[in-house]
């Protein structure tokens, strides 16, 4: 079963943003999270130390494999390889999107600091274009700052079409498409995949229809105990 694994990038002690796992040992994060402006303006550039926190007490080092190369290129995503293996599971997938996605529904997962703790954002893709997807975050899920939230994978569907690069203002939030990674970047290592996203699906639906095969997969590993007769029994409880 596909997992997402996302934390917070850490430099010099300090939480910079959000980040997520694409390879077992490979973070992908915007690289305002790992170089300020000020360092931009020197001419002398190197790769960035840089420690990923699943949770207080769970952390890894890693450096920055491509940081050179966003510089040069002028593109707000690097990949940090971290110095051990997280996950063997099979993870979200990269998707440089076939079709046009504007209005499809997506979460947004991140660590915004004005909530002091990982959250899930629902939204909508509302424009497309080669260099940004913009999303309007729903109602109930708008923030007045959306800092910490950079670095934040789009989801779609699950898949993983896009990462947050900036704030437009409390109601939208600016991301880079995968698409226009694939194209600038060198993402040898990276697995991207291309294909067309379903967008008469709604992200509610998906939801609900993995959380249902989870439960349905949970009950055949249990075994006979839980049978229907069980269940309707034990529905009171």
Do not use: W
């Not at 305002?32 to 002398?44: F, R």
């Not at 940081?67 to 293996?85: P, T």
């Not at 979460?107 to 915004?112: A, E, R, W």
């Amino acid at each position: 079963m596909r997992k997402i694994v996302i934390g917070q990038i850490i430099r010099d002690g300090k939480v910079m943003g959000t980040g997520f796992l694409v390879e077992p040992d490979i973070v992908m994060t915007v690289k305002h999270n790992v170089v300020t402006a000020d360092e931009l303006i020197t001419d002398e550039f190197e790769e960035k130390e840089i420690m990923f926190r699943m949770e207080v007490g769970d952390e890894v080092v890693g450096k920055t494999i491509n940081l050179l190369e966003a510089i040069e290129k002028g593109i707000d995503c690097v990949f940090i390889r971290l110095n051990e293996v997280l996950s063997e599971t099979e993870m979200y997938e990269l998707i440089d999107v076939k079709n046009e996605i504007a209005g499809v529904g997506c979460q947004i997962i991140g660590f915004p600091k004005l909530a002091s703790q990982r959250t899930t954002m629902l939204a909508t893709i509302s424009n497309t274009q080669e260099e940004q997807l913009i999303v309007n975050i729903k109602k109930e899920n708008q923030l007045q700052n959306y800092e910490g939230v950079s670095g934040s994978p789009v989801i779609a569907l699950g898949n993983i079409v896009g990462i947050i690069t900036k704030q437009k203002d409390s109601e939208r939030l600016e991301a880079l498409p995968i698409k226009y990674i694939n194209t600038v970047l060198k993402c040898e290592e990276i697995s991207i995949k291309n294909k067309e996203i379903p967008i008469n699906i709604s992200e509610e639906t998906f939801n609900l229809r993995s959380l249902t095969e989870k439960v349905e997969q949970v009950i055949s590993m249990v075994g006979p105990r839980y049978s229907k007769e069980s269940q309707c029994k034990n529905r009171n409880i």
